[in-house]
């Protein structure tokens, strides 16, 4: 198995002001807010993942998890259209530009930095 690259992390800062910063409508669905097509009209393509006891965890804990999951989106930064954690289910929804395997690496790339985070859906249409 190829060994990923060293990744960048944000400071908790940016974390913290990215959420902060993020609009978000209250009840809005999630099927509402994910984008669905590229700027090109390509199909998105999308996976999901379960962070086991997530809501469970300390807040300090929350924080890593957090700057972790960030850096890692950051590294595939334009691959990436859309992510949502959702913490009340303990799952995140990630969209990206549609590549053959690219929802299993960046997958791969968080379980590899938080391995409580698990793939349980990936559609590449």
């Given at each position: 198995?190829?060994?990923?690259?060293?990744?960048?992390?944000?400071?908790l800062m940016?974390?913290?002001?990215?959420?902060?910063?993020?609009?978000?409508?209250?009840?809005?669905?999630?099927w509402?807010?994910?984008?669905?097509?590229?700027?090109?009209?390509?199909?998105?393509?999308?996976?999901?993942m379960?962070?086991?006891?997530?809501?469970?965890?300390?807040?300090?804990?929350?924080?890593?998890?957090?700057?972790?999951?960030?850096?890692?989106?950051?590294?595939?930064?334009?691959?990436?259209?859309?992510?949502?954690?959702?913490?009340?289910?303990?799952?995140?929804w990630?969209?990206?530009?549609?590549?053959?395997?690219?929802?299993?690496?960046?997958?791969?790339?968080?379980?590899?930095?938080?391995?409580?985070?698990?793939?349980?859906?990936?559609?590449?249409?």
């Amino acid at each position: 198995m190829a060994q990923l690259p060293a990744l960048v992390y944000p400071s908790l800062m940016s974390a913290m002001y990215l959420i902060e910063t993020t609009p978000m409508q209250p009840g809005e669905p999630l099927w509402q807010r994910v984008p669905t097509r590229t700027e090109h009209g390509e199909l998105v393509a999308d996976f999901m993942m379960l962070f086991r006891q997530l809501r469970q965890t300390g807040c300090l804990r929350q924080r890593q998890i957090l700057d972790d999951l960030q850096g890692v989106l950051q590294y595939y930064g334009k691959l990436v259209l859309f992510a949502e954690l959702n913490l009340q289910l303990n799952t995140l929804w990630v969209s990206h530009r549609p590549r053959p395997g690219l929802g299993l690496e960046i997958a791969a790339a968080i379980h590899c930095k938080i391995p409580q985070a698990v793939l349980i859906t990936q559609n590449y249409r």
